[in-house]
């Protein structure tokens, strides 16, 4: 944690004056609170990651290895020559300036730097004095930059002050996804053991456990187990909740943080209280006990190892098809790039509606479902019974979590199921939802308590439009559809706009739904009074 939170008075006071200093400049600053702590050894080791070492980036001496330049120059020249977006990336940038003021972390910091355009130039300027014929020949010219110790200092800097949220993406009128050069920066800054531990260390637990949490078998059939429990004691019914039962017809696929964080657990007690109702034919799996994937935020080679298992273990236990959770970056990982990089899952069916006949043509490739588009899809054919009023005691928004919306188009179904569930809902400002949401200012990674600053500046903008719908139509619930999400929104929203709480989508459709058997309901899932159940003094 920063030594001093900054009040939000003071931290809204965002100077856009650009500064003095040329941008070419590559200095900069590490205070408390605005970095990421680097990466534990023991973790990189685990992962076989080169030059695994003890360092932070406040340390004057970052132990680069002594041929650092000829690592990153290959480096760069191998994902030039693999990866054709990049080098288009590099190449075709007009400086029109549409992305500039698009980035939350340049509207949160007011640093140029953050402008998309020149995080993206930070690379793009090594890239023209090294592999361009003009960059070579014209240098600072040609807008060409040498690779220094300062230049990699300030890659680090400034790529862990992305979200990689393709926000900025949207209105680059040439398809410019500055989310992807950040993505490179990343990996050419592992060649050189400068990883960050909230990346490092949840992806070693990966491959130790089956999860970012590092929660072993035995303690996820706990977890299961005592929601099991929970729900039972507040719904009145005991729901099956099948772990790692071969020849189900489904492989239910949950992040991490819906069986162990707070507001996740409630959304998860909806999944289970809802499959139940319609007896759905499903199984969890301890190996594949995380679909979240922060191997997308470190390089596509980890991406893809631990995104490997989903489909390893559908296999394994035999299922016909998949159904993801709530969850942002798994869903990043496996709409775009899954079915090429570890796909095709042709021992696999493209996933049907047990319960409606729905072909989900949308997933015939990936043969993996959204739960929200399952949802909306049982609401449509009136497979459940809901009861809004149940959460009455609610004035709800939704955030567009930034890769559910932008990455897979998933920006429909949640809102029919909001409207189903929940008799007051409404929308944030236009411009900050559907493809245009505002991202929560701590996904890829850069969620920590030490980075505490720099996520209040980021995340600004979404709060901004939160606190519009707060002062328009108290609202005071935020649903999201993203395990970062819950688990970074509630500080954010608590620093900006105190009296509006986050859940999941879930929740709301748990609270919601009406089960055949079950016992006069008071209390909802967080066990808080049901609307008209609340407790007088005088009682
Ligand atoms: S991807 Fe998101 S965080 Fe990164 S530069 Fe673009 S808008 Fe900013
Ligand atoms: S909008 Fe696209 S072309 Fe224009 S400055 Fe930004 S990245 Fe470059």
């Not at 590092?214 to 299961?224: E, L, T």
């Not at 199921?417 to 900050?432: G, H, K, L, S």
Request: glycine content about 8%; overall charge negative.
């Amino acid at each position: 944690m920063a030594d001093k939170v900054i009040p939000p008075e003071e931290l809204a006071k965002v100077d856009y004056n650009p500064g003095s200093r040329d941008w070419m400049d590559p200095t900069v600053e590490f205070r408390r609170g605005i970095y990421n702590y680097g990466a534990v050894p023991a973790s990189t080791a685990y992962l076989g990651q080169p030059f695994s070492k003890k360092w932070q980036p406040i340390d004057d001496d970052w132990q680069l290895p002594d041929n650092w330049e000829e690592i990153i120059r290959n480096g760069f020249k191998e994902r030039l020559d693999k990866y054709r977006s990049l080098k288009v990336f590099m190449d075709i940038c007009v400086r029109c300036g549409a992305c500039a003021d698009k980035c939350h972390f340049y509207i949160g910091s007011g640093d140029p730097k953050n402008m998309p355009v020149l995080r993206a130039e930070l690379m793009r300027s090594i890239y023209r004095n090294d592999f361009t014929t003009v960059g070579k020949i014209f240098g600072k010219l040609a807008g060409g930059r040498k690779l220094t110790k300062d230049v990699i200092k300030e890659w680090f800097s400034y790529f862990y002050q992305c979200t990689e949220c393709r926000r900025c993406s949207v209105f680059c009128p040439y398809g410019i996804d500055t989310a992807e050069i950040t993505m490179m920066g990343r990996e050419l800054l592992n060649l050189l053991g400068l990883d960050i531990d909230w990346i490092s260390t949840p992806a070693a637990n990966c491959f130790r456990t089956g999860n970012h949490l590092g929660i072993q078998p035995h303690g996820f059939k706990d977890s299961v187990d005592f929601a099991v429990d929970d729900l039972e004691e507040i719904v009145g019914v005991r729901v099956d909740a099948p772990v790692n039962k071969k020849g189900a017809e489904i492989l239910f696929v949950v992040p991490s943080a819906d069986y162990f964080g707070d507001p996740h657990y409630f959304g998860f007690l909806g999944y289970m209280s809802l499959f139940h109702e319609i007896g759905l034919d499903y199984t969890f799996s301890t190996f594949a006990s995380e679909g979240g994937n922060f191997g997308l935020f470190h390089s596509s080679d980890m991406m893809k190892r631990l995104n490997s298992k989903i489909y390893m273990e559908a296999k394994r236990l035999g299922v016909k098809w998949i159904i993801g959770a709530e969850c942002g970056h798994m869903w990043r990982v496996l709409h775009q790039y899954m079915d090429t990089m570890n796909g095709p899952a042709d021992f696999l069916e493209a996933p049907v509606s047990p319960i409606t006949g729905t072909r989900f043509e949308n997933a015939s490739s990936t043969k993996m479902v959204h739960i929200a588009e399952f949802t909306a899809d049982l609401i449509k054919h009136k497979k459940i019974k809901l009861d809004k009023s149940r959460n009455d005691n609610v004035r709800a928004t939704f955030h567009d979590s930034c890769n559910p919306a932008r990455a897979m188009g998933l920006l429909d179904e949640p809102r029919y199921v909001m409207n189903a569930v929940c008799n007051n809902f409404f929308e944030m400002p236009d411009n900050t939802i559907r493809e245009q949401t505002f991202c929560c200012g701590s996904g890829s990674g850069v969620g920590t308590d030490e980075n505490f600053e720099m996520r209040m500046r980021g995340g600004l903008p979404r709060a901004n439009a939160v606190k519009y719908v707060q002062e328009k139509h108290d609202v005071n619930m935020l649903a999201c559809i993203c395990a970062i999400d819950k688990a970074t929104l509630p500080p954010l929203l608590e620093y900006w706009v105190p009296g509006v709480e986050v859940c999941a989508l879930h929740e709301l459709v748990g609270n919601a739904l009406v089960m055949k058997d079950e016992k006069k309901r008071t209390t909802d899932l967080r066990q808080e009074p049901l609307p008209g159940m609340e407790v007088t003094e005088d009682e």
